[in-house]
């Protein structure tokens, strides 16, 4: 027991340093950080302002009202900036099998994926979690979201399950660069599809879609169900804790991941592959 929490003792301060380097490292390019600061928030507040546009002309969207869509959008957003500060190094995996990177990875004595993962972290990923913040805030004071302690971990288990379902997502999609020993990069359009599926009420796509989105890809438990429950539209039956499901197919999905990424780990052949 002991050696196990002095293992994971070592790992968080490996983490902290890995962190504070990155910090130090956008210090000294002070332009490019401001640049992001501002490109990254525009970004997501202008989708945000159709969205507002949207329910202004039409009215409500499939049911959800301007305030519950603002609270829907703030999750999706924050779940897509934790993912892009921890897991972003997914979409580039190719790169690092076809170059040789997981060499020095292999030789020290540390798990290779958190390696990969966590000792690189995209402190950037920021940015677009201000904006995710300022929305979803924005939204519980339209809606009059009330806050209990039960309510917080609920949002934390929500949190943490959809940033892990991204994640998982991404290391699958990278692992397979050790099969087809090509730099493959589905990274920017597995993104675009999360967006476009989980900052809006799935309920509004055909069901065929939603069964997809569901049961076979498990994009409608970042967001859509979760906030469902949280705001009142599951008030029975298991569905009420759709919130804490997402952690639970989140730790499910990165446990696939994790699973792959070692299958496919066996299949490096180090530089000149």
């Known amino acids: 027991?002991?050696?196990?929490?002095?293992?994971?003792?070592?790992?968080?301060?490996?983490?902290?340093?890995?962190?504070?380097?990155?910090?130090?490292?956008?210090?000294?390019?002070?332009?490019?950080?401001?640049?992001?600061?501002?490109?990254?928030?525009?970004?997501?507040?202008?989708?945000?302002?159709?969205?507002?546009?949207?329910?202004?002309?039409?009215?409500?969207?499939?049911?959800?009202?301007?305030?519950?869509?603002?609270?829907l959008y703030g999750v999706s957003v924050i779940s897509h900036a934790l993912s892009m500060i921890f897991f972003i190094q997914g979409w580039f995996m190719g790169f690092f099998v076809m170059e040789g990177e997981f060499d020095r990875f292999l030789t020290r004595?540390?798990?290779?994926?958190?390696?990969?993962?966590?000792?690189?972290?995209?402190?950037?990923?920021?940015?677009?979690?201000i904006p995710g913040i300022i929305v979803f805030v924005y939204g519980c004071i339209q809606i009059s979201f009330t806050w209990t302690f039960a309510r917080v971990l609920l949002v934390l288990c929500m949190l943490i399950g959809a940033t892990l379902i991204r994640g998982g997502v991404y290391i699958m999609l990278g692992t397979t660069s050790f099969f087809t020993r090509s730099e493959n990069d589905f990274g920017q359009y597995t993104q675009e599809v999360f967006d476009k599926t989980t900052m809006y009420p799935i309920s509004m796509y055909p069901e065929a879609i939603q069964f997809i989105l569901t049961y076979i890809i498990p994009?409608?438990?970042?967001?859509?169900?979760?906030?469902?429950?949280?705001?009142?539209?599951?008030?029975?039956?298991?569905?009420?804790?759709?919130?804490?499901?997402?952690?639970?197919i989140g730790i499910?999905?990165?446990?696939?991941?994790?699973?792959?990424?070692?299958?496919?780990?066996?299949?490096?052949?180090?530089?000149?592959?």
Do not use: C
Not at 13 to 21: E, G, L, P
Not at 109 to 129: A, K, R
Not at 228 to 241: C, D, H, I, V
């Open 1 to 71: 027991m002991k050696k196990k929490l002095k293992a994971i003792l070592h790992y968080l301060d490996v983490t902290k340093a890995s962190i504070r380097m990155s910090a130090l490292t956008i210090v000294e390019y002070p332009s490019s950080i401001i640049g992001w600061l501002i490109s990254n928030p525009i970004q997501f507040i202008v989708g945000f302002a159709t969205i507002q546009f949207v329910v202004q002309q039409f009215g409500q969207i499939n049911g959800w009202n301007y305030g519950e869509l603002a609270f």
């Open 219 to 248: 994009i409608g438990w970042v967001s859509f169900y979760p906030v469902s429950s949280l705001l009142g539209g599951y008030s029975n039956g298991p569905m009420k804790y759709a919130a804490l499901f997402t952690l639970l």
């Open 252 to 273: 499910a999905v990165m446990a696939v991941a994790g699973l792959f990424f070692k299958s496919g780990l066996r299949k490096y052949e180090s530089a000149g592959n």
């Open 109 to 129: 004595p540390m798990s290779v994926m958190y390696q990969f993962f966590f000792t690189q972290i995209n402190v950037f990923g920021v940015t677009d979690l």
